[in-house]
């Protein structure tokens, strides 16, 4: 099937006087799955207890069953959450970790993240260390070796993202959740970056979590993400948020057994922790209907190629030199070293000011500062050529 991109562009509500670059901070949301939204919205404020709070359980385990089909889980292993950054807050809290054990993180992981890492293993009494990821592999077993030579006796769980938010690498999490389970280490997977822009099967993986946003690259409304659990940590998490689930997780010791539409006491204890808007969280089946209408295949190779376009305009012919993997290592996001004076926000907004392009920027460790694009598929080729050109004059 041959897509119509102009016309893809069209469902979004994008100002069309701007140039949005930047997928990888939120998505542009479709308009289809906006409108879904002001519709459940209306709906549920016709009465706020009955259809805003208690009659969404049912609709919103539905929700979880499709949604948890496209990530090939298991919708009892899925948790909806508002961003991943909560996700593996209840991850990493919720599990018991050895004390006197220790906790890995790579170097390219994002700040938010590494922070909650670094607490959990200092409340928990474990040691906490940062280990190199290779900037250029050559090789997947590259990548492999680099953080399984790391994992020793004492390593209780490594937290790793699925695509690194700086580069847009992607990490062999499938092969590496396999290897570390054999080791008995626990991994930990931030996917901020995952869902929508990479497949995913989680449900025939080793990966012991996996937390993952659904208003980036899969477009969905703001305010959705999910955490993966593995079946066999069900029994052994402990809620760090607890409601009226209580703290039992064991289906022949909890009194529910049918809970609110669920059939598994895990989605009571760690997900029903109080009122929130669920209206985000059903029109993602919208969301679903959108992709599918254009097709995953069609949305991945769209990506792909204007991420190609990226890299061919701003590396080799404006020659920013690229701090991206090879193509068969990213996806996505395309990272640039800046030459010059511009501090991240400078950048970002002389970018912002001389063509109204929206692009992300920040500094790397040595002080670098990095310019990051990440076209949606409303992106058009006749955009990233206005930010070739636009950057070919600042950069004068
Ligand atoms: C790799 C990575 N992890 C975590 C996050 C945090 O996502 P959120 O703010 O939705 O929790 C981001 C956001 O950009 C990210 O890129």
Redesign the pocket.
């Known amino acids: 099937m041959r897509v119509d991109w102009k016309a893809v562009r069209r469902q979004f509500l994008l100002d069309p006087r701007e140039i949005y670059l930047n997928a990888?901070?939120f998505s542009a949301l479709p308009r289809p799955v906006l409108e879904a939204q002001q519709r459940l919205m209306a709906h549920a404020e016709g009465n706020p207890t009955r259809r805003g709070a208690r009659n969404r359980l049912r609709p919103l385990w539905r929700a979880q069953r499709r949604v948890a089909r496209y990530l090939g889980a298991d919708p009892e292993d899925i948790l909806f959450h508002i961003?991943?950054?909560?996700a593996l807050n209840q991850a990493l809290f919720s599990h018991p970790w050895p004390k006197g054990g220790e906790f890995l993180a790579g170097d390219l992981?994002?700040g938010?993240?590494v922070n909650c890492a670094r607490e959990v293993a200092r409340r928990s009494g474990m040691s906490f260390r940062v280990f190199p990821i290779p900037r250029e592999p050559r090789s997947e077993d590259e990548l492999v070796e680099a953080v399984l030579r790391e994992a020793k006796p004492a390593t209780a769980g490594i937290l790793l993202?699925h695509?690194?938010?700086a580069t847009g690498m992607v990490l062999p999490v499938e092969r590496l959740g396999t290897a570390l389970r054999r080791r008995g280490v626990r991994l930990v997977v931030?996917g901020?970056?995952g869902p929508g822009l990479v497949p995913l099967k989680l449900g025939s993986t080793d990966i012991d979590f996996y937390g993952g946003?659904l208003?980036?690259w899969f477009m969905g409304p703001k305010g959705t993400?999910f955490l993966y659990v593995a079946r066999d940590l069900h029994l052994k998490l402990r809620p760090h948020v607890v409601g009226w689930g209580g703290v039992e997780t064991d289906p022949r010791k909890h009194k529910v057994h049918d809970v609110k539409g669920t059939a598994w006491p895990f989605q009571y204890v760690f997900q029903f922790q109080g009122l929130y808007d669920a209206c985000p969280f059903l029109a993602l089946e919208e969301t679903l209907r959108f992709r599918r209408a254009i097709g995953e295949t069609n949305i991945r190779r769209r990506i792909a190629a204007l991420i190609a376009l990226v890299r061919r305009r701003l590396g080799k012919e404006l020659g920013l030199r690229e701090r991206s993997p090879a193509p068969e290592f990213s996806a996505g996001l395309a990272a640039f070293e800046v030459p010059g004076e511009f501090a991240p926000y400078g950048l970002e907004e002389a970018v912002f000011r001389a063509s109204r392009i929206t692009v992300a920027a920040w500094k790397d460790a040595p002080g670098r500062t990095l310019l990051r694009v990440s076209p949606g598929i409303w992106s058009s080729e006749a955009e990233i050529d206005a930010l070739a050109e636009t950057l070919g004059r600042l950069l004068r």
């Open positions: 990888g901070t961003n991943v950054t909560q992981e994002y938010a993240i993202s695509v690194i938010s931030d901020a970056h946003n208003h980036k993400a």
